[in-house]
């Protein structure tokens, strides 16, 4: 049976490690290949890196960052942030990534999810969406640029579409959940898994190890993001996993 | 020496570390000279079915490849590298594979789950092999892919399940051998297979 994944997120300014509340608030807490290989020993199941200042600025510290870590883990790589072109996809998967994961520039040129995918595979092509229930509570919409901009495009048309076009897998950003460590966005993750048939990463609200136990059993989810919760040293990806297990949750335990 | 093929598919970083981690020598090339003199070949792969072929083609290692396993020395795909070890890929467009392992590798629209195959799926032993001696059942791996292979009993080594239909995992025929997952992407066990690959070349 494929295994529930458990996926650390760290995102990353300047070449260190940041975590951020609500995308503000910023602390460092490090080297991004050394927290990367200290998950890689707890059993993580995948690290994503998400570089997120680079819409705004140079991304040239990244690309050491990243081969570094694709050299140095035993396990896959996940990189994302201010990917903009098919250049940016070769960039990234030419120094070790697995996956690289596009955002902003996905909604404004759909057609790159298509080209990414035709030329290096479905399953390196990871569509981050970060959406928001809307005012009136009839759906969610999607933003971009880290949270800033509205694009008015509504959750679901736009996951289905991006399946449509080759994505492989889409990471879901809750931003009502998101730095609020109260819990993964259960209504919004269960909409969209049954909305698609590609796997789905939640993100967005994880405060504890419950949470994550939590989000695979009231969803169908594949895999579970978080950030603080490893980051702080709050709990091991050990000892999520041992919750799961406990819960009768198919996870990769160390053995 | 083990030579990684270099066929311009994919970064070949993580799984050269991963051997030179289990003290290999390690050599990245494309020369044919080099590929011919190793003890064990890897010929890894992201990318799709008749890119690698061209690539295969347009750098001259159809011929060689076809060498290397005439003179039995061991050859390990992995991923892709493992689908073109097949005779024939359907991915984009049918496309003639280099034959060495039987059967042929399909689309997986008849598994009922979710496409591609991504993440850590336990091995289920078929017939037991060397390469897997410190593999123990039910042992998690790392697989992202959307095509599978379909191949005879007798080549069929390890499979995981996944949607009803059992994914081939590990084929051998002789001395060639295919991945299916990334044993390099594996944590711990996958650290096991390629050293029991260390152990088949140097034996």
């Known amino acids: 049976m494929l295994a529930k994944r458990i996926i650390p997120c760290l995102d990353i300014k300047d070449g260190k490690v940041v975590k951020g509340v609500n995308f503000v608030g910023l602390k460092d807490v490090g080297d991004p290949v050394e927290l990367a290989k200290e998950y890689d020993r707890q059993c993580a199941d995948e690290v994503v890196f998400l570089d997120i200042t680079a819409t705004y600025e140079d991304r040239g510290i990244i690309k050491d960052v990243i081969q570094r870590a694709a050299n140095e883990l035993s396990i896959p790589l996940c990189v994302g942030g201010g990917i903009r072109s098919l250049e940016d996809f070769r960039m990234i998967l030419s120094v070790g990534a697995d996956k690289v994961s596009v955002n902003s520039a996905a909604i404004k040129n759909p057609q790159l999810i298509k080209e990414a995918s035709d030329e290096f595979g479905v399953q390196c092509v990871v569509v981050a969406v970060d959406a928001k229930m809307?005012?009136?509570?009839?759906?969610?919409?999607?933003?971009?640029?880290?949270?800033r901009e509205n694009t008015g495009i509504d959750l679901l048309e736009w996951v289905k579409k991006c399946e449509a076009l080759g994505a492989g897998e889409i990471l879901l950003t809750s931003m009502d959940a998101d730095g609020t460590r109260e819990g993964f966005d259960i209504e919004m993750l269960k909409t969209v898994v049954e909305a698609v048939h590609i796997p789905v990463i939640a993100s967005g609200g994880c405060g504890g190890k419950e949470d994550i136990a939590d989000v695979f059993e009231k969803t169908n989810c594949d895999a579970a993001l978080?950030?603080?919760?490893?980051?702080?040293?709050?709990?091991t990806v050990d000892e999520v996993k041992e919750i799961c297990a406990k819960r009768h949750i198919p996870v990769r335990r160390n053995r | 020496m083990i030579a990684v093929i270099d066929y311009h598919v994919g970064n070949l970083g993580s799984v050269t570390n991963a051997l030179r981690r289990l003290d290999m020598d390690v050599e990245v090339t494309s020369d044919p000279e080099v590929i011919l003199q190793a003890d064990g070949v890897i010929l890894p792969g992201v990318g799709t079915f008749p890119v690698a072929m061209k690539n295969l083609e347009n750098e001259h290692l159809i011929e060689v490849l076809n060498e290397v396993k005439a003179k039995k020395t061991p050859i390990m795909g992995i991923c892709l590298g493992m689908q073109v070890l097949f005779e024939k890929g359907y991915e984009v467009e049918e496309t003639k594979g280099l034959g060495f392992l039987d059967g042929e590798v399909k689309y997986m629209d008849d598994v009922k789950a979710k496409i591609p195959h991504m993440g850590w799926n336990q091995l289920v032993i078929n017939h037991p092999h060397p390469l897997?001696?410190?593999?123990?059942?039910?042992?998690?791996?790392?697989?992202?892919?959307?095509?599978?292979?379909?191949?005879?009993?007798?080549?069929?080594?390890?499979?995981?399940s996944y949607g009803g239909v059992k994914v081939p995992a590990v084929v051998i025929?002789?001395?060639?051998?295919?991945?299916?997952?990334?044993?390099?992407?594996?944590?711990?066990?996958?650290?096991?297979?390629?050293?029991?690959?260390k152990e088949l070349v140097s034996c």
Do not use: M
């Open chain 1, 134 to 147: 809307r005012e009136d509570h009839s759906g969610w919409d999607v933003y971009i640029a880290g949270g």
């Open chain 1, 226 to 235: 978080a950030a603080s919760l490893f980051h702080y040293q709050e709990a």
């Open chain 2, 132 to 160: 897997l001696k410190y593999v123990q059942e039910g042992d998690y791996v790392y697989f992202v892919h959307s095509y599978r292979a379909h191949t005879t009993d007798d080549e069929l080594i390890a499979y995981a």
């Open chain 2, 173 to 197: 025929k002789d001395n060639v051998i295919g991945c299916q997952f990334h044993p390099e992407k594996s944590g711990e066990v996958g650290k096991k297979i390629l050293l029991a690959f």
